[in-house]
């Protein structure tokens, strides 16, 4: 087995070349989650085609052409051996995407609008966890900016796989 990301690849796969020395071909290729769901059987955009040799250029460039997609959040190629050749399964992570900003528990001032826009969260952006912590001490500087002082924040993202959304609901 190979494992490869965008990166780095490292390669496990023994019987990688063929006997005659020549490198096995790509019986499948696949986008799959990490759960093991296939989302895409031989994606016609990549580089890396069944029934081609495999080639770590190819598979490199297929990870580059899955990144820039901007459909996944992490992303990484597997190789596995299988009768007839090997199997190349890009393992992904989908991107969410902002769906529903809501605050709870809101004392005015400052108003819900004011509030909801120091977050600076847009809808239909890219969910990071990363960018949360950032948002909440936007969120608190505005509250202290008007006299709250003692506000205790917290958020809760809610995901649904089904349509890639994410709502977030600070308290």
């Known amino acids: 087995m190979a494992v490869c990301d965008l990166f780095f690849c490292a390669s496990f796969v023994s019987a990688q070349d ?5 490198p096995p071909r790509v019986v499948a290729v696949r986008v799959v989650t990490e759960s093991g769901s ?51 399964d890009f ?11 809501q605050i709870v528990g809101l ?5 819900e609008s ?5 977050l600076r969260l847009t809808l239909g952006e890219i969910f990071r966890e990363s960018d949360m912590k950032e948002a909440l001490d936007r969120l608190r500087q505005t509250l202290q900016d008007d006299g709250q002082y003692q506000t205790k924040i917290d958020y809760q993202a809610t995901p649904h796989p089904d349509t890639l959304q994410v709502d977030i609901w600070f308290v």
Do not use: K
Request: aromatic content about 6%; proline content about 9%; charged content about 25%.
């Open 18 to 22: 063929g006997p005659t020395g020549e």
């Open 38 to 88: 296939v989302l895409e059987q031989d994606p016609p955009q990549l580089t890396a085609q069944r029934g081609q040799p495999f080639s770590m250029a190819s598979e490199s460039e297929s990870l580059r052409e899955l990144f820039r997609s901007g459909r996944f959040a992490d992303l990484r190629a597997e190789l596995t051996d299988v009768p007839g050749g090997v199997r190349l």
């Open 91 to 101: 393992v992904v992570r989908q991107n969410l995407y902002i769906n529903r900003v």
């Open 107 to 111: 004392r005015e001032p400052p108003g």
């Open 114 to 118: 004011l509030a909801i826009s120091a």
